[in-house]
């Protein structure tokens, strides 16, 4: 009988300009039971507040808590959407309240994460951390950006090519820990097998076009490859944050009725210490990639 098999692949680099990496991914372990789900997410610590990293690593630790906690005492097909958005409100106030506690300042994180159940992939996000889905060599974002930036090309005022060179880009309408109470974004989506998904902190996006995306996604051999070719273009570019990306690669899917059976699953997280320069760029990326970099970045 088929079983899902997916190969997932997370990296986080501190960049070239920050001297600390308030990113955080988070990858589901090795037991990866169908019927919980399973479930990616990357979060990205406000590097404008203080605590930027703990805010991050607070937030993914009390959102995979509370999802699996209901995951596993209830059926996934009827409360899936509902522990997302629990999860989201467990780690909107654990941050909350940790800021109370060391300072009067607030302390904040993006937060977007995949469950993957079967042939459904459940997406709940806050922020401008982004999760793209690369199919038939087409790119498509499934979140919006939570900023004042993307309001604007919500209303249409703004093009969203406009959007990564904008100096207001960055400026967040919702996020992790800034209030008590925030509501995120929660969408389904049927997924396909040889679909890509990429989860990324925007330190990633700004400097990477969307068909980019797809066009490295061809190019890579593994979900491992393609998340270092991605931070490491991020490197070329001179990034201005952190960048992390968590590289999901669907190979085949259960039938839903099947889920009880086995997962296959190749998981690794990866963060290196150093940058990865211009030279291991080019080992990374294959030859027919390198026009890449010589185009004109918007």
Not at 95 to 117: D, E, F, H, N
Not at 149 to 160: A, K, Q, T
Not at 166 to 179: C, F, N, V
Not at 209 to 235: K, R
Request: aromatic share 4%.
């Amino acid at each position: 009988m088929r079983q899902t098999e997916l190969e997932s692949y997370a990296t986080s680099h501190i960049g070239p300009v920050r001297e600390e990496n308030q990113d955080a991914v988070r990858m589901p372990d090795g037991a990866g039971l169908p019927e919980q789900g399973l479930l990616y997410a990357v979060a990205d610590g406000m590097g404008g507040y203080a605590n930027g990293a703990l805010a991050s690593r607070l937030a993914l630790d009390a959102f995979y808590e509370t999802v699996h906690d209901e995951t596993v005492h209830d059926k996934v097909r009827t409360i899936t959407q509902a522990a997302l958005q629990r999860g989201i409100a467990s780690a909107n106030l654990r941050v909350y309240k940790t800021s109370l506690q060391l300072s009067p300042s607030r302390m904040g994180t993006t937060l977007t994460a995949a469950l993957i159940c079967g042939e459904t992939l459940h997406v709940a996000h806050v922020g401008d951390s982004r999760l793209y889905l690369i199919r038939n060599h087409a790119t498509t974002c499934l979140t919006n950006d939570h900023t004042t930036v993307g309001d604007l090309v919500r209303m249409r005022v703004l093009s969203p090519d406009k959007v990564r060179g904008h100096a207001q880009r960055s400026i967040l309408t919702k996020g992790i820990g800034l209030t008590m109470f925030v509501k995120a974004d929660i969408s389904t989506h049927r997924l396909e097998e040889n679909d890509c998904l990429i989860l990324c902190s925007d330190g990633l996006w700004s400097v990477i076009e969307d068909d980019e995306f797809a066009d490295l996604a061809a190019a890579a051999p593994s979900a491992n490859y393609l998340s270092q070719s991605l931070i490491n273009l991020a490197l070329e570019r001179n990034t201005d944050d952190n960048i992390s990306a968590v590289v999901i690669y669907i190979h085949r899917l259960a039938e839903r009725s099947k889920l009880k059976n086995p997962v296959s699953l190749r998981n690794r997280v990866f963060s290196p210490s150093k940058p990865q320069g211009r030279h291991s760029l080019r080992r990374l990326i294959p030859d027919q990639v390198q026009r890449l970099l010589g185009r004109n970045h918007k």
